[in-house]
């Protein structure tokens, strides 16, 4: 697909099957970019990626084994920005999701297969997530690996990352992979939080529980509000290394 909207209007698309995309630019100030697949959805690398304005710009492959690989830019200038996969949501060192202010939502298994294999988010050492003062909502059934991920957003959830049967996985070093200096972090896994290795961050506060097994590994650029810390698996360790001060908040969790 290599499609180019430039005044008014929202762009709507149902394919079939799997899709390639080449270019999708929409230009009008307010309108949406909705993209339906029954196959993969691929926006191909090192052409014009996928952008809009301050309209949402979502794309969803929907089917069991339908996948989304984002391989260049999908932006806008304030709209949100959802990827949605049944299967896989993988971004490659060029595919940055970067949105300005809108909300930012990626899943991979978004039709909540549940079965411990039904989709994994994964991004590339160098991919970035940025949602300006957005916030950022991270989900999958496996693991959800991280490479760059920030925001400005200052509430409760800034940034989440759920993963419903597998860990939270550093997946480089070139990006801190949470930068949230304002907001809470609320981080859920099954089987560990950088657990071979840390997790790098730059945030405000913490909210973290694993259930079942894996360590959990936190290393913070400076001071860090610890709200909620559940390590729930028998044998898993905890380590919260730290450039500032640690606070364990009164009267929560």
């Known amino acids: ?11 709507d698309i149902n394919e079939t099957d799997a899709l390639d995309i ?28 996928v952008s809009g304005l301050a309209g949402q710009v979502e794309l969803d492959a929907d089917g069991a084994a339908s996948s989304i690989v984002v391989n260049d830019e ?18 490659s060192a060029d595919g940055d999701v970067t ?8 899943s991979g298994d978004a039709n909540a297969g549940g079965s411990g294999t039904d989709g994994a988010l994964t991004m590339a050492d160098g991919a970035v997530i940025n949602a300006g003062s957005g916030t950022v909502d991270m ?8 490479g760059g991920v920030t925001t400005t957003n200052a509430g409760a959830t800034a940034v989440t990352v759920t993963s419903t049967s597998g860990g939270v996985v550093d997946g480089g070093d070139t990006d801190t992979d949470i930068t949230a200096n304002s907001g809470t972090v609320v ?18 506060t913490l909210d973290l529980d694993n259930t079942t097994s894996g360590n959990v590994d936190i290393n913070e650029t400076d001071g860090l509000d610890i709200n ?26």
């Open 228 to 253: 909620e810390l559940d390590q729930d698996a028998p044998t898993g360790t905890v380590n919260v290394d730290a450039g500032g001060t640690i606070t364990v908040v009164d009267g929560l969790a």
């Open 22 to 49: 080449n270019q999708l630019d929409q230009d009008a100030a307010a309108g949406t970019v909705n993209v339906d697949a029954g196959g993969t959805i691929t926006v191909v690398d090192a052409q014009s990626g």
């Open 1 to 11: 697909l290599d499609l180019d909207n430039t005044t008014s209007g929202n762009v």
């Open 187 to 204: 981080i859920d896994a099954v089987t560990g939080v950088g657990s071979t290795n840390a997790i790098d961050t730059q945030i405000d």
């Open 99 to 106: 949105s300005a202010g809108g909300n930012v939502t990626v």
């Open 74 to 91: 999908v932006t806008t200038t304030g709209g949100a920005i959802n990827i949605l996969a049944d299967d896989d949501a993988v971004f």
């Open 139 to 146: 989900d999958a059934n496996e693991d959800v690996t991280l």
